[in-house]
């Protein structure tokens, strides 16, 4: 019996069957995936999988959760928690078992799109971080709620119930408002039509005076002190026009002659507050992302005090100390390495998708993933001091700059409602002096057919749909503006790692002898180094039974060594192994990493290891360049392996950048931008969450890391590059709607005042035609053009070859 | 048409009604969660 990986789980295991499996539940599922012809699963699967940044044996601080925690009369505690890593039906179900598996644990609810878990539990019997440990084991990682998010959560119901009260009103208004345009007040009911405008002013005052009251709170904000016109916010026009139509109404009504204009103000005030609470809760959404970044880093570090090693919350950690991290942790701050030497995966930092050895004297930074062996490192900088920690800073900071979106056509309806106004009491006092019988009848009308809601909604119902429409694609879009940016984009600027490519390492090129490769990947299958991941999945593919390896041996930042049938193989780095650079140079040509085979002491392999090409990167890269937008690789990769990427898809020289820094990356995109081009970014490692930011676009890429979906205002959730695609049709679309909508609403608004101004309209003409050209604004926004995938004309481009398969033919 | 003295209030007072069932589901949170009812009805207990 030997001790061998599960095929399905990877769990180790005893046995002597092949495929090996550590229990009939995997064996199963295995049978199960192979036979739907889904083998690919375990290519997949077993590539370099991110590690997670939360340990599954972490002693969870209690401190950590201290502040979210509340004690209800009964004696229960009770919090609201963040769990990372809930999608489905399933996940709702085990961690709403918690209470049968967990003694002490009384509730346990899941919010499953907003990933938030209230938990009830006594005390006595248990604590929130066993509860935590408990999620841990099923891969759910749980966060602390701030205080903040709950104040947040009463403020968004709040306005929810205003909404819903403005509706109640505004209808109910324009139903009498109908009642009184189509005649009523002509009649001889005089009495009815009294009353109509009476109970329509008692209804309206009740959206002016509450529910519209944030307006002119902000008007008022704008104003104080006042710093010139162009610094006035959309509330003052906003807030002049409710209030200019209400007091003239008022008059009207106790007057008991004139014209009330309940109706519209009551609408207005709805429509406005729910284009507000959409676009609070698009930023509220992209806080609570924000939260998520704590799992970045690791909640507790082992630092070093003499000769023992104590577990200490990482927020403890301060300049000077010593912590130990262990192989596949995460370093939990900067600092440099005292002892023992490692590779360390960079990539959520520098974007290399390649592992760097660190030795004695290397800075590491926090957040970076020690892959191969235990270092010791004397921390720097710890928390918001650390690099990550800026970045971190940086990004949130970005966020609540940028979140609030001026609305353009808030601002639109604000001063068509003055201006209809003004035209209203410039038609009355003209027709007073033709005809003052006919003077209020003409501005009834002009009042009436006069749509301040079409115009107000044309952009936010547009871009709305746009949006569902793109989500239903994978895209999900988080400010409304950004799809006007979009048309804007002549620069995009790529991140090569992950975007461009698959970010997994693949041999993409072997020299010397094939079954070297296959007794190197013995002797790797233990290894979570990407390279002999990827050694492991090229032996697999390769479809020749496994060997099996003894004495296996790791040399730190070099290779590894180990006894394959009888014969002593070593797989490393070519130095190591004694190889000449200049039989290196092809490799390093093609932006690979060389690898050597030494079998009984005689070099008998040579492999290029790298990242291969998406499919789709070309054709998409070749639309791009249709619509005139330049596309640009920043990368933190080597540059020769930008350089050779960059070449593969035709890139100009110029526009290639490798070795970057995310520091230099935000200040190119910087500089770009002060050119006057407008950049979209598209990235995936934490890396670029600033220069995402700092972007008109930033695009994140799924499989990216949480932080970029806080920094970028776009996430792609299907992989590859043809989502990118989708969002300029859907942009294209959307803008192409709006244009319509506020064509249609503008030309409508603009004849119809003028004929209703010259006295060519009836009010009772006026109130048919006023909620038909809120439908058509309606319908138009409905049926904009489906954002039809832009059929990449998919020629077959020589460089549409994925590098791997052109570097092959080395061989 | 004196018939509308009375029928209009009574509308009023049936809006009033649905605001205040409004006013009752928001503050339950009747809102906060649009997703996970839909896929907590295919646990079986």
Known sequence: MKTVPCAHCGQKTTSDADPAFCCSGCETVYHTIHSA?????????????????????????????????????????EAALFVDGVHCAACVWLVERMPTAVEGVVESRLNMSRGRLELRWQPDKVSVPDMAVWLTQFGYSAHPLHRADAARGTAERQSLFRIGVAWTVAMNVMLMAVALYSGLDTSLETGLATAARWASMGLAAISVFWAGS??????????????????????????????????????????????????????????????????RRGTRMATESAQRLLALLPSTARRVDGDEVIEVPVASLAA???VEVRAGDVVPADGIVVQGHSALHRAVITGESRPEDVTEGSLVSAGETNVSAPILLRVTAAGPESRLGKILSWVESATVRRAPVVQKADWLSGWFVLAVLLASL??????????????????????????PCAL??????????????????????????????????????????????????????????????????????????PVARALVSYAQSSGQGAERAQDVTEVAGSGMSGIVKGRFVEVGRPAWLGVDEAELAPFVANGQSPVAIRIDGEVVALLGVGDV???????????????????????GDHPEVAASVGATLGFAAADVMGGQSPEQKLAYIEHLREQGHVVAMIGDGVNDAASLSAADVGIAIQGGTDLNLVAADVFLTR???????HL???????????????????????????????????????????PISSLVVVFSSLVQRSATRPEAKRTTHAHNVPVSARAATQE | MEVLYFLVPLALLLAVGSVLAFRWATRHDQFDDLDSPAVRILNDD
């Open chain 1, 37 to 77: 012809g889904f083998a690919q699963y375990y290519e997949l699967g077993r590539g370099e999988r991110a590690p997670s940044a939360v340990k599954t044996d972490a002693a969870f601080d209690s401190d950590t959760f201290k502040d979210s925690i509340r004690t209800l009369p009964d004696g229960t505690c």
């Open chain 1, 214 to 279: 944030e307006f002119y709170r902000r008007a008022w904000a704008s104003m104080r002190p006042f710093r010139g016109l162009q610094h006035l916010s959309i509330d003052v026009p906003i807030t002049i026009g409710i209030w200019a139509g209400f007091l003239h109404s008022v008059w009207a009504t106790v007057s008991g002659n004139g014209e009330v204009w309940f109706d519209s103000i009551s609408v207005l005030i709805a429509a406005l507050l729910s284009a507000r609470w959409l676009q």
């Open chain 1, 320 to 322: 000077g100390h010593v």
């Open chain 1, 426 to 451: 410039i038609t009355f006092i003209a027709w007073s002096f033709i005809d003052t019988g006919l003077a209020l009848e003409h501005t009834i009308a002009l009042l009436v057919i006069s749509c």
């Open chain 1, 456 to 529: 107000g909604m044309a952009t936010p119902l547009a871009l709305t749909v746009a949006m569902g429409r793109a989500a239903r694609k994978g895209i999900f879009i988080k400010y409304d503006d950004v799809l006007e940016r979009m048309e804007q984009v002549d620069v995009v600027v790529f991140d090569k790692t992950g975007t461009l490519t698959h970010g997994v390492l693949e041999v993409a090129a072997v020299v010397g002898a094939r079954e070297a490769v296959l007794m190197a990947a013995a002797v790797e299958a233990q290894s979570t180094h």
């Open chain 1, 613 to 635: 090409i998406r499919d789709e990167s070309a054709s998409v890269l070749n639309v791009l360049r249709a619509r005139g937008a330049r596309p640009v690789i920043l990368s």
């Open chain 1, 719 to 725: 992989s590859g590059l043809e989502p990118l695609q």
């Open chain 1, 728 to 770: 300029f049709g859907v942009s294209d679309a959307a803008l192409q709607t709006v244009r319509r909508n506020l064509g249609i609403s503008l030309i409508y608004n603009v004849i119809t005042i003028t004929l209703a101004a010259l006295g060519f309209v009836t009010p009772l003409l006026a109130a048919v035609l006023m």
